[in-house]
């Protein structure tokens, strides 16, 4: 499975961008999928996941109520919805696919990533 990012850009703090993320398998709907970022200087964090059925979204802290992870299983992608953001939100993003995962210590767990998308928030 390949996962290829997209969406990511700049915007002012309080603005919003919606992250997307397509899988080049129809295995895409067994796996949960996951969002992940990275800022400079900082070890790689757990954002946000969703079950292989979308029902149920788990979400960092630091997001939660900001940000919001949904898949569509016929177009094999996978979106992270992002609103009110703020400059500490800068990072690249990545997503990835495996086994649930609801913690930054699970990642290493995971199948498959994508190459990441660079999202900067200005103040």
């Known amino acids: ?9 700049l915007v002012q703090a309080g603005g919003s961008l919606r992250l997307s993320c397509a899988a080049s398998a129809r295995t895409f709907t067994i796996y949960g999928m996951h969002w992940f970022r990275q800022a400079p200087g900082k070890e790689r964090e757990f954002v946000a996941a969703i079950t292989w059925s979308g029902f149920s ?5 630091s997001v939660k109520g900001r940000f919001t992870i949904s898949r569509d ?23 990835a696919a495996g086994p649930l995962c609801r913690a930054t210590t699970c990642q290493e767990g995971m199948d498959y990533w994508g ?3 660079q999202v900067t928030v200005s103040s």
């Open 1 to 9: 499975v390949q996962l290829q990012a997209s969406g990511g850009g």
């Open 57 to 61: 979204t788990y979400y960092a802290d």
């Open 73 to 95: 299983n016929a177009k094999s992608t996978v979106y992270l919805q992002m609103n009110s953001l703020k400059p500490e939100d800068t990072a690249v993003y990545y997503c």
């Open 115 to 117: 190459k990441g998308t």
